[in-house]
């Protein structure tokens, strides 16, 4: 009975244990407080935390007006918002349009403070680098004709008063002759965002008037902010379509039309803590419908896997292909090639593949013309290289020196011995650690939103910035991951099985 009271206490203690972690987790351990915030005013204090996305209007009102408060950045909305929902940030700093928009897509969930706190131009943005003549004046002379006709303000009407969701009808471009790359950025309603799977919006409208007017063929980059203004920047977008606040340090990179395209209210978003409960399965049904179903949001996802698909294939090819030469290169006799190899590779190691990726985008495959894609596959395929090629090299060196020695004995030229001896050998020792490196190359992968490509991961983050969920779109993104990485696996066993079984039949012989 003393042993059994103990036991019980124990668990009882345990369960104490796992209430407290679970608390401090979720955060209920910080506070219980549940503030019902009526004006901006209340939320300058260090106990709140106030969000904002980077590199939008809204920013710069968050630490002029909220001095006191606990600053957090954002570089998408949807995670702002998501934040806002959990609790991490008790307020956000946004456009009135936007917060609009996101009250359409969580009725009850949000409140939108009565009070503004300022106003801002917004721009389009030119690049100062691009290559298409005249942009600059044919923008100019495009904005202030549609602001005498009223067509600027007849759109502002149509998404952001009226809320549509659709582009109208707009007459499609005649005689082109010239091509536009547009930086937009694809996650923001109204302004540039997905519907039915098609960009649409204030900026897209915008864009489709200025193509048929003057003669352009449209190709858009869907990007975060700073990567869209990094690319007008460098000259790999002409201009970006809208959505840009001006600032003095941004003018000196990149030119602002003379007209701006309208002006918005900037306000604040904080919790509804008197919103109704929703159940947790009807929450979870509701989820999954906007995710997946409505728009037929699977078929992004279906696009976004053929792009994963096609990196981590080609980059793997490429990368076990590359790792053989640079291990080659590696082993060199000549001192120099090894040197310079081993110099290379340490560089490589030494780098995070993001800044890979990054420095082979706007650097050195810059003026190129070669899609993103295959940018992308060029740098992960010498990343995934250099690691195969130090992996390949301890395998060889692993090999006994007296079988190399045996073998030159019998008369077995030098690629002989590689070809029979050496690289059987190598090669099964360091299967293990080659699996691995392939599980970290797909998972690599997922970081090419940087560079515009719509792979699953920015495909997911597309979604969620329409939906404003979080569940079903990380969940499924993490099960098509891990469901390829296991597929790489099994196949890659089958082919170490394969190996070792052809060997032993040459050993049995």
């Known amino acids: 009975m003393l042993r059994s009271g103990l036991g019980t206490a124990k668990l009882k203690g345990l369960a104490y244990l796992m209430v407290l972690i679970l608390c401090l987790v979720s955060g209920c351990a910080k506070t219980t407080e549940k503030p019902d915030f009526e004006r901006p005013e209340e939320l300058n204090d260090a106990k709140y935390t106030v969000a904002a996305k980077v590199g939008t209007a809204s920013e710069p009102y968050v630490a002029k007006v909220f001095p006191n408060a606990v600053e957090k950045q954002f570089s998408e909305t949807n995670n702002m918002v998501i934040a806002l929902e959990g609790g991490q940030v008790d307020a956000i700093v946004y456009t009135r349009a936007q917060l609009e928009r996101i009250l359409d897509e969580k009725p009850g969930t949000f409140r939108i403070l009565d009070d503004p706190i300022g106003e801002t131009d917004i721009h389009m943005v030119i690049s100062a680098n691009t290559a298409v003549p005249n942009l600059e004046h044919d923008v100019n002379a495009f904005l202030k004709a549609r602001q005498a006709d009223g067509t600027l303000k007849k759109m502002h009407q149509y998404w952001i008063v009226e ?133 037929d949001r699977y078929k992004m996802i279906l696009g976004g896997l053929k792009v994963t698909l096609i990196l981590a294939v080609g980059s793997l090819i490429c990368g076990t292909m590359l790792g053989f030469f640079f291990c080659l290169l590696k082993r060199s006799k000549n001192r120099l090639i090894s040197k310079l190899m081993n110099a290379f590779i340490a560089l490589m190691a030494g780098l995070p593949i993001v800044l890979t990726l990054m420095i082979c985008f706007y650097i050195i495959f810059s003026g190129t013309g070669l899609n993103e894609i295959i940018v992308a596959i060029i740098a992960f395929s010498v990343d995934f290289g250099c690691y195969t090629a130090i992996t390949l090299n301890s395998g060889i060196e692993s090999v006994p020196h007296g079988e190399i020695e045996a073998a030159e004995a019998l008369g077995l030229s030098k690629l002989q011995i590689y070809r029979r001896i050496i690289l059987p050998q190598a090669i099964q020792k360091v299967f293990g650690v080659y699996n691995r490196q392939v599980v970290s190359l797909i998972k690599s992968t997922s970081i090419v939103g940087y560079i515009a490509v719509q792979d699953l991961t920015k495909v997911s983050d597309i979604i969620r910035a329409r939906t404003y969920e979080a569940f079903f779109s990380l969940i499924f993104t993490a099960a098509i991951y891990f469901l390829i990485a296991r597929l790489c696996i099994y196949l890659l066993h089958s082919v170490e099985h394969a190996f070792n079984r052809r060997k032993s039949k040459q050993i049995t012989l």
């Open 163 to 295: 809320h549509n969701m659709k582009l109208p009808e707009l007459p499609e471009p005649q005689n082109v002759t010239k091509k536009l790359v547009v930086g937009t950025l694809g996650t923001t309603i109204p302004l540039s965002f997905y519907a039915d799977n098609e960009l649409t919006g204030f900026d897209i409208e915008l864009m489709k008037r200025f193509s048929s007017e003057y003669g352009y063929a449209l190709e858009y980059r869907v990007e975060n902010m700073v990567s869209l203004l990094a690319d007008a920047e460098f000259g790999k977008i002409d201009l970006i379509s809208g959505s840009v606040m001006y600032t003095k340090e941004r003018a000196e990179r990149v030119i602002f039309p003379e007209t701006p395209l309208y002006s918005l209210p900037v306000s604040i978003m904080v919790r509804n803590e008197q919103r109704t409960a929703t159940g947790f399965l009807a929450t979870l049904e509701e989820s999954f419908e906007k995710t997946l179903i409505r728009e």
